[in-house]
T-cell receptor, first 114, second 116 residues
Framework: AAGVIQSPRHLIKEKRETATLKCYPI?????VYWYQQGPGQDPQFLIS???????DKGSIPDRFSAQQFSDYHSELNMSSLELGDSALYFC?????????????FGQGTRLTVV | AQTVTQSQPEMSVQEAETVTLSCTYD???????LFWYKQPPSRQMILVIR??????QNATENRFSVNFQKAAKSFSLKISDSQLGDAAMYFC?????????????FGQGTRLTINP
């Protein structure tokens, strides 16, 4: 069965650079959620999209932006990277009407800022 | 705001024995969902078990079961017949819903070690 695909799996960037993380939801899933998990930390909600519109926003820095495209994939853009942005970034997706209760997680993108 | 607390940073158990992981939460909602997620070394979040608050019966999935105490706002996970593959971080999570937008609020996690 198809799963949530995140790319790249690993990314190394220097401070002040820009990074783009991509999330491809399970086919026919219309909602995408982004989470950030720092080293030894619990996942923190960043932002979510439903039908290409932002549905909720968490503790996402102003340096970050995200969007969901017409094919329902989502991209998280991170600018002016800081060492503290080093983390595992998860994406999850869910079907219409199911919400996060039935969400599936991707394997994450590990971002390292040096 | 909803909060989730896991008071056990680490737990260990002998293979084939039973272990219980604790979780408490705080909410003013009457209907909600609670979850236990497993995060193995691969780091992927895997749903272990889910409980809807209005259901009085405790959820069970094979060797995994919960003890849901709504009044006490407690949601513990019991793993029976522990296996080496159960070794992972376990996160308790609460489904928050505000004006139709849902998200998961996670606890701090419990690292479970299985001793052979």
């Amino acid at each position: 069965a198809a799963g949530v695909i995140q790319s790249p799996r690993h990314l190394i960037k220097e401070k002040r650079e820009t990074a783009t993380l991509k999330c491809y939801p399970i086919p026919r899933h219309d909602t995408v959620y982004w989470y950030q998990q720092g080293p030894g930390q619990d996942p923190q909600f960043l932002i979510s999209f439903y039908e290409k519109m932002q549905s909720d926003k968490g503790s996402i820095p102003d340096r970050f932006s995200a969007q969901q495209f017409s094919d329902y994939h989502s991209e998280l853009n991170m600018s002016s990277l800081e060492l503290g942005d080093s983390a595992l970034y998860f994406c999850a997706s869910s079907r219409p009407g199911q919400g996060i209760t039935e969400a599936f997680f991707g394997q994450g993108t590990r971002l390292t800022v040096v | 705001a909803q909060t989730v607390t896991q008071s056990q940073p680490e737990m260990s158990v002998q293979e084939a024995e039973t272990v219980t992981l604790s979780c408490t939460y705080d909410t003013s909602e009457s209907d909600y969902y609670l979850f236990w997620y497993k995060q193995p070394p691969s780091r992927q979040m895997i749903l272990v078990i889910r409980q809807e608050a209005y259901k009085q019966q405790n959820a069970t999935e094979n060797r995994f079961s919960v003890n849901f105490q709504k009044a006490a706002k407690s949601f513990s996970l019991k793993i029976s017949d522990s296996q080496l593959g159960d070794a992972a971080m376990y996160f308790c999570a609460y489904r928050s819903e505000i004006q139709g937008a849902q998200k998961l609020v996670f606890g701090q996690g419990t690292r479970l070690t299985i001793n052979p």
